[in-house]
């Protein structure tokens, strides 16, 4: 099942602003992620997913390494990638393997919340060499409180994607459980579509 999707950017209280704008619902603070230098908003799709809003902590020191999901670098928000729910991760990873797909080693993560406290998870994204774009990262959140619980919905209509060649991506999907549609096209992008109090909102 999707988990959430991962929206980008270079200013976090102005995407902040535009997505409680098209949306008429105002994204809730997420977190801090201590040492990644990025702070976030969340918005809920519906079914225990969200949207992440992810973007520089002016409250953090400069990180040591660039900030994930090539933030530092970016000019406008984007949606970089997707997440989806396992509960035991290290399962998942070996049997996609065995199926030929390599999802990334797990590791765990941790952000402190607004009121005080910590979310702790493992998760397959490898910040180190990039994000993995289409094809989903796993997510465990093992004894944690899902962070979807409790927040404002704009229910996800649909999830899909535009990729040169979507037979490439395909089998990667399925080896994880995972279904996107893929539509081709010359630039690789991921797009969803949510409901607004008023109107669909592109996300893209």
């Known amino acids: 099942m999707v988990d959430h999707l991962v929206l980008a950017t270079p200013d976090l209280a102005a995407t902040v602003a535009e997505i409680g704008r098209l949306t008429g619902i105002d994204p809730v603070p997420g977190g801090r992620h201590p040492g990644l230098g990025t702070v976030n908003h969340l918005l809920g799709i519906g079914e225990g997913a969200y949207l992440e809003i ?3 902590d002016p409250d953090q020191p400069a990180p040591s390494r660039p900030r994930p999901f090539e933030i530092d670098s970016l000019t406008e928000s984007r949606l970089v990638t997707w997440s989806i729910q396992v509960e035991d991760i290290d399962e998942a990873v070996e049997s996609s393997r065995d199926e030929g797909y390599d999802p990334g080693t797990p590791w765990a993560m941790s952000r402190r919340m607004p009121e ?3 979310l702790r998870w493992r998760l397959t994204l490898d910040y180190e060499h990039g994000h993995r774009g289409l ?8 004894r944690t409180p899902h962070p979807s619980a409790g927040l404002p919905v704009a229910p996800l209509v649909s999830l899909e994607a535009v990729h040169p060649e979507p037979a490439a991506i395909e089998p990667c999907l399925k080896t994880i459980g995972a279904s996107l549609q893929i539509k081709p096209g010359n630039r690789q992008s991921l797009v969803a579509t949510l409901l607004g109090e ?3 909102v592109v996300i893209h």
């Open 54 to 56: 992810i973007g520089p």
């Open 116 to 118: 005080g406290g910590d």
């Open 135 to 142: 094809i989903p990262f796993l997510i465990d959140w093992g």
């Open 198 to 200: 008023t109107d669909l």
